[in-house]
């Protein structure tokens, strides 16, 4: 696969909703995915033999597009929205509530907190991301435990 190929390929991402993208040709593979910034990270290596092999031009046409959901029911009774805001990760990796196994976590539930506070650590890649809250409050809810992988927007702290 030749560089301006590559290039085409970080073009549409950045053009789309895209997160990730996996494309194999004969003796290479490349895995474009999209960090937290937008920006696009290309990984090359060689290719495991695969049952098929998507061309690059036919990548973007055979992109499904998407299908509305229909709009649940109403229920009787909705159950009330937890209150204060939500944390939520801002990368996919491995969350840490310390610094080390032994050291005592970050915060707890009733913690007070100031922006820009370390909450907890995300590993991504092999590096250890100090996450900072975005506001002040008080701790409510820590959504995930220690060690639990933890995807891009989901919960990570309740605060209010």
């Given at each position: 696969?030749?560089?301006?190929?590559?290039?085409?390929?970080?073009?549409?991402?950045?053009?789309?909703?895209?997160?990730?993208?996996?494309?194999?040709?004969?003796?290479?593979?490349?895995?474009?995915?999209?960090?937290?910034?937008?920006?696009?990270?290309?990984?090359?290596?060689?290719?495991?033999?695969?049952?098929?092999v998507?061309?690059?031009?036919?990548?973007?046409?055979?992109?499904?597009?998407?299908?509305?959901?229909?709009?649940?029911?109403?229920?009787?009774?909705?159950?009330?929205?937890?209150?204060?805001?939500?944390?939520?990760?801002?990368?996919?990796?491995?969350?840490?509530?310390?610094?080390?196994?032994?050291?005592?976590?970050?915060?707890?539930?009733?913690?007070?907190?100031?922006?820009?506070?370390?909450?907890?650590?995300?590993?991504?890649m092999?590096?250890m991301n100090?996450?900072?809250a975005?506001?002040?409050?008080?701790?409510?809810?820590?959504?995930?435990?220690?060690?639990?992988?933890?995807?891009y927007?989901q919960?990570?702290?309740?605060?209010?």
């Amino acid at each position: 696969m030749n560089t301006k190929n590559i290039r085409f390929l970080v073009e549409m991402m950045e053009k789309s909703s895209l997160t990730a993208m996996e494309i194999e040709e004969e003796d290479c593979k490349i895995r474009l995915e999209r960090n937290v910034q937008n920006q696009v990270a290309a990984v090359a290596a060689p290719a495991v033999p695969a049952a098929t092999v998507v061309p690059v031009q036919a990548a973007a046409a055979e992109v499904p597009a998407a299908v509305p959901a229909a709009a649940p029911a109403q229920t009787e009774a909705a159950p009330a929205a937890p209150e204060g805001q939500e944390q939520k990760s801002p990368m996919v990796g491995v969350f840490y509530a310390s610094s080390s196994p032994e050291a005592e976590p970050y915060v707890k539930v009733g913690s007070q907190v100031k922006k820009g506070d370390t909450l907890c650590i995300i590993e991504a890649m092999k590096l250890m991301n100090e996450i900072a809250a975005e506001f002040d409050g008080e701790i409510t809810e820590i959504c995930v435990q220690n060690g639990q992988i933890v995807e891009y927007g989901q919960p990570l702290f309740r605060i209010k």
